[in-house]
């Protein structure tokens, strides 16, 4: 049975508005940071309290986002009738958001982009070394690579769950194909999305003239329990 957004509670549909307005705002960032081409790249969060998920519609320019052509989503991946026109499909990137919220309960927000610079190390196979304080901050060590893996079924989606709840990072490089970010919200895993494009590109500047200088692991669990517990208007 279809969900009908405008039959829920108000309170739900309120809380979805509100979702919508932020996913729609914040996929401005995508371009702004340099992280997208044409209309590769998604941002997806999920609406506080249900199983509902918002996420960008297929093959629209950023430039033409607004809040009312976010396509909202059930975990399982499938649109609900959410008052978008027809032809607005969710992400083809949908089902592998909608598997990271079935089985990271605590992540509220997921981004996918080809960033260049990390799409570079996803290409090679390589993770990124900490090697940066900034990465033991926001990373807590190596931005690690997930598997090869295809459109059509779970294996994406089976892939950064598998990779991410082994690693502190919120971020995976998907081999051969770019970054997955994940957040607390959708601000975060923006947040994450360019922090990673930024460590790819310095690390890899960083290469060209020689090798990188590793940070001992204890440094790098002070560095992240600092950042993650200490720092900032706690
Ligand atoms: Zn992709």
Not at 65 to 88: H, N, Q, S, W, Y
Not at 122 to 141: N, Q, S
Request: with cysteine; hydrophobic share 40%.
């Amino acid at each position: 049975m279809t969900i009908v957004l405008n039959q829920l509670p108000s309170t739900i549909q309120d809380s979805v508005a509100r979702t919508r307005q932020r996913v729609s705002d914040l996929h401005a960032e995508l371009p702004r940071n340099e992280l997208v081409v044409w209309t590769a790249g998604n941002v997806s969060e999920r609406v506080p309290g249900t199983d509902l998920f918002v996420i960008k519609p297929s093959g629209v320019s950023y430039d033409e986002l607004a809040p009312e052509f976010m396509v909202v989503c059930t975990l399982d991946g499938t649109k609900i009738d959410d008052g978008t026109p027809d032809r607005l499909q969710p992400s083809s990137d949908t089902a592998a958001h909608a598997y990271v919220y079935r089985h990271m309960e605590e992540i509220g927000g997921v981004v996918h982009t080809h960033s260049t610079y990390a799409t570079a190390w996803a290409a090679r196979g390589e993770e990124i070394p900490c090697v940066l304080t900034m990465m033991g901050d926001e990373f807590g060590g190596a931005i690690p690579i997930g598997p090869f893996a295809i459109i059509g079924d779970d294996s994406i989606g089976r892939g950064i769950v598998e990779t991410l709840k082994t690693s502190r990072s919120r971020a995976v490089l998907m081999q051969n194909h770019g970054p997955f970010t994940i957040g607390t919200d959708a601000r975060d895993a923006v947040k994450a999305a360019v922090m990673c494009e930024e460590v790819a590109r310095t690390v890899h500047i960083a290469r060209q003239l020689g090798a990188t200088i590793p940070i001992p692991p204890e440094t790098i669990d002070r560095l992240f329990d600092r950042y993650q517990n200490v720092y900032g208007q706690h």
